[in-house]
């Protein structure tokens, strides 16, 4: 009876979870829907309601413009510093919230190749996996053609990610950027950081690491893997809410180096001077270029307040555990109805998602989410269950797994 042990193995997992009470910090946890899609959005915690009124009627509402003067000019570089203590491993002074990633992205890799260019004219190519999220291929297309750069595409299998010996092959003397991926939108593959940041190195390139699906999920050692730049999303593991801004990171020996292209005023040497000419403040404010989204950036710091408390160690260990048993399952109630696993087997390289494919996933998407079931879907073919730490319980994920059973039946 694979099915009723299952049961009886959520329930003891939930019950021996030490994370267990922290799904309660989030708005819908008492109700049946099954939620697979916090690596896209992240559920709300149940205190950010209160947060953002205090916002609007306390601070908005109560200081006005003396708000910006009295904390939100310096609220980028506090939570960014939040984040990078609580999530990256970064020391203070290198983390910002800024602008949507991909601006963010843009600037970062501009900033970066510009960089290279001046010093070495042969260092021209941009380093991207082919399987990579769009806005990044889309992005290095976009700046390759703007600065006649050349693109070096590492071609990767759908069930994988850029991996040491595709980097190993395809950086040169000529490489000027590495773009990578932490854990893929697609497969969840979750890459070495220490041992691709050294890759890029050992060729003189400078690495800009997507942390959007790793950030707030798995261990992340900007500092220790001798990153340069990083840039990742708020509002999947870290719950900022639909279209939170991004973070960058840049490692303090490169912000007095790198000049980003978008020089707006937020990012001069003295803002309220508005000077005849740009120049770059020092620091990470050189990489802000517009007045800073203070009402989009409220909401994530109730999770850094639960993630500070959980430690990453911890949540790192649960979403190894989710994610075993997600397999389990997988293997019990979908491997007979001929669905595959694509995704990492070996949890090492894995992220905080599975991808499950079949030939009729689109249409058992559709089913799920008229049923209050809600993954996502990734072609080709793949069902993303993606498994927030924090806020997905055991008992969740199985239920989530059975109804994604009967829905490939009747689908097939
Ligand atoms: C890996 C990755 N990179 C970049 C993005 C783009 O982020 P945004 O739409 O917030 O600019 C996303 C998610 O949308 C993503 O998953
Ligand atoms: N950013 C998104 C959005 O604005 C709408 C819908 C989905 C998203 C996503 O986050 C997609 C996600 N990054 C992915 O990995 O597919």
Redesign the pocket.
């Known amino acids: 009876m694979p099915h009723r042990s299952l049961r009886g193995d959520a329930t003891r997992a939930d019950a021996a979870d030490p994370l267990a009470a922290h799904r309660d910090a989030f708005v819908g946890a008492e109700t049946s829907l099954v939620y697979f899609d916090g ?3 992240g559920r709300p915690p149940r205190a950010t309601a209160a947060r953002l009124s205090r916002f609007v009627s306390e601070e908005w509402g109560g200081r006005l413009i003396r708000g910006w003067d009295e904390s939100w000019m310096d609220l980028p570089f506090a939570i960014g510093d939040r984040i990078g203590r609580v999530a990256l491993c970064a020391a203070s002074g290198q983390t910002v919230i800024g602008d949507s990633t991909t601006v963010l992205l843009y600037k970062l890799l501009r900033a970066a190749l510009d960089f290279q260019m001046v010093a070495d004219p042969e260092r021209v190519e941009i380093v991207v996996g082919r399987d990579d ?1 769009p806005t990044d291929r889309y992005l290095v297309e976009g700046i390759a053609a703007e600065r006649g750069a050349r693109l070096v595409w590492v071609d990767v299998d759908t069930t994988r990610g850029v991996d040491a010996d595709l980097l190993d092959a395809a950086v040169s003397r000529r490489t000027a950027v590495v773009l990578l991926s932490h854990v893929s ?1 697609r497969s969840g593959f979750l890459a070495d950081g220490t041992e691709l940041t050294a890759i890029a190195h050992r060729a003189g390139a400078l690495v800009l690491w997507d942390l ?2 790793s950030a707030g999920s798995v261990p992340v050692e900007l500092d220790a893997w001798g990153a340069d730049l990083a840039v990742g ?1 708020t ?2 593991y870290l719950n900022g809410g ?2 939170s801004p991004a973070f960058a990171y840049v490692a303090e020996r490169h912000q007095g180096t790198l000049v980003q292209p978008v020089q707006g005023w937020m990012g001069a040497a003295d803002v309220f001077s508005m000077g005849p000419v740009y120049r770059p403040a020092d620091g990470m404010r050189r990489f802000l270029s517009g007045t800073p989204p203070v009402l989009a950036m409220i909401a994530m710091q109730d999770t850094l307040d639960l993630l500070e408390e959980a430690g990453i160690t911890a949540v790192r260990e649960k979403s190894i555990a989710l994610t075993e048993f997600a397999l389990r399952a997988s293997d019990a109630l979908l491997t007979p109805l001929g669905v595959r696993l694509a995704s990492p087997r070996d949890p090492a390289e894995r992220g905080g998602h599975v991808t499950l494919s079949h030939p009729a996933m689109r249409a058992v998407t559709a089913r799920l989410w008229r049923q209050d079931v809600i993954p ?1 879907y ?1 072609d080709p073919h793949g069902l993303r269950i993606g498994l927030s730490p924090l806020s997905t319980s055991f008992a969740e994920t199985l239920t989530g797994l059975e109804a994604v059973a009967a829905a490939v039946r009747a689908e097939s």
């Open positions: 690596n896209s959005l999220f939108y959007c699906h999303c509002y999947k639909p279209g996502d990734r």
